[in-house]
């Protein structure tokens, strides 16, 4: 449900906002104190274009906390669970940020550009000032910054097709979660298979506001024979798809067994991190409550801004986090926070929405 | 210029917004992830209603970082150059946070509730990664958290009559930035006479959503005598008073000196801060630019989103930070980061607009 937004300095204004503006953005959202496009047509519209089509992603608010320094890749495996000791250059790491308490500030991708140097490509949380007071507080070798660094998304199933025709071939060579230096016009870019949608695609890491320009001009016009539209994020590709969001699914503090996260905690190995011992207990311990997924019953939902309460056996027993109709499954789907005894797939709940008490399913994630 | 905003559980709601809904919110901002009203009628309504009357605004994204435990007193400390040594249990204390460069993170109000217990009333970033980071890293033993406080401000000429009507005449006596712990229906809140604007006023943090709403509702009709409104922090108003506004006019990494916070950096004092060494050489070297107040010639203009530069001598000196049309002074007038040659009042420039470049001149701070 939109409402306006008045806009000024401190709402940052990506390398693209211009560009978006004269695609017809209709509504924005604020992302690490930047403007991010949320819709152009309407969900559902945007939705069929892309997991038909092709998109290009003004994603400049996935900013990025570069660690560089004798001390980087030890900042870097300090602040996740994940295990970053084998990961290569050229390598897009999905990792939980936790505290030392196990709670997760973050969840970015962590590209390794070099042995020393590190991106930490976020989400909405200043990962910044955490990663500048650690090293301060530590007294490490790197440098913390926030480079202008503006990504750009061509994500869909003819992502290959377009990216290909702007960066040749080379493109269609890499990886998922790979990434490699590629040139555009001379301006050498990070270029990596990643995305936030499961249709595919690609993050071209723009590092000059010109450069960046040009490419959106250059992908929008080898695109044409491709239908490529304006896009962002969806909120019904990405539940339907399983990803979760921080600050919608994901609330600051929450462990990341909590969220479902558990493979990217690696306590088996000899990995140093500030939760570890919070986690070695919570881990053997095991959790009360777990992100699940939930088909709620009724007619097309609108998407909420408050957290819906589920409730089992009578009492509160969970509640939703991002909930929307589903036009490819004809049904409303939602991430929600539920507690133990209702996790089994099937087990039938009821979810206090703002018109009323509706039946809903519990559901295995992901719904696609 | 408002466009549209797409809310979700990421962008959070107060205890409030429920109560500006009502009162018909035209449009928000976000700031501290957390949903802060921008408008209800125009922006020159909302103005001269502040001026006259009196205002309930809902500042719940006025976060609050708890520091709290034996080294909280020293954590405080590490992260300003105001000298909080003589500071006493009662009073609220502005104070620019600065990193190990001297660069300005944060300017929050300081609240200092106990020898061992402070607020930081915070501006737009996550200072509680920062404190939380700096706590670990330096080993300190201090305990950091966002407790769930929405502030809730009244302002303007007639808040005190508002305020002693719900919390008594106590209120009166409370002094400019020092606080009480007054009851409402039984329940203690911290109530300073603080806030945003330069009418006058106070803040109450309240730390109970219903209480909040309570508190809401009985300020609402004891100001009914007093023509109270919905309000929120008005652009006209705080650049008329000389507010920065951390995010447009001081942008992250620009050190105090640079934006005339000159008087909180005690470098005098036998503090211990981070950035001291840092903010002890660019003291003794000064600045080559500073935030100075101008006035822009030509028609009201409109509020911008983008930097405008600042033009001296046929070359570029400076950029406008934030800008307004003020209906007191009958003038554009602005907040600019100008360059050491052209900082004397009275000195002509030119402002690239999107209309065109016109002429202004550079004023001392505050224009009322």
Known sequence: MPVSLVTSRRTRRTFYTARVEEQGVSAYTVYNHMLLPAAFRSLEDDYWHLVEHV?????????????????????????????????VVGQCLYAPLVDEGGGVIND???????????????????????????????????????????????QGPKADDVMAAV????????????????????????????????????EVYADDAGVGLALWDALWEAGQPFNIG??????????????????????????????????????????????????????????????????????????????????????RIGEVRSAVWSPRLEANIANAMIGRDFWPAGTQVEVEMPGGVVTATIADLPFV
């Not at 290009?56 to 570069?66: A, P, S």
Request: proline share 7%; aromatic share 8%.
């Open 230 to 315: 304006p896009g962002c994020p969806n909120l019904i590709e990405r539940i339907e798809g399983g990803l979760l969001s921080y600050g919608n699914d994901i609330l600051y503090g929450e462990n990341p067994y909590e969220c479902g996260l558990d493979k990217f905690c690696n306590l088996d190995r000899p990995i140093e991190f500030l939760g570890r011992a919070a986690l070695e207990k919570i881990a053997a311990e095991g959790v009360t409550r777990k992100i699940r997924g939930l088909r709620i019953d009724g007619d097309p939902l609108l998407p909420a801004a408050e957290p819906w309460p589920v409730l089992g056996a009578g009492r």
């Open 108 to 154: 970015p991708v962590i590209l390794k550009l070099a042995e020393d140097r590190f991106w930490l490509s976020i989400a909405d949380s200043d990962v910044l000032l955490w990663a500048k007071g650690l090293a301060f507080g530590l007294g490490l070798d790197v440098t913390v910054r926030e480079p202008d660094v503006c990504p750009l998304a061509v």
């Open 55 to 87: 998109q290009l992603w003004d994603v400049g608010c996935e900013r990025q906390v570069e660690l560089k320094g004798p001390d980087a890749a030890r900042l870097a495996q300090a602040m996740t669970p994940r295990d970053l000791g084998r990961a």
């Open 167 to 202: 960066f040749g071939d080379d493109v269609r060579a890499i990886r998922f979660f790979r990434f490699a230096v590629l040139e555009f016009r001379g301006h050498p870019l990070v270029v990596a298979r990643s995305g936030w949608s499961k249709q595919g695609g690609f």
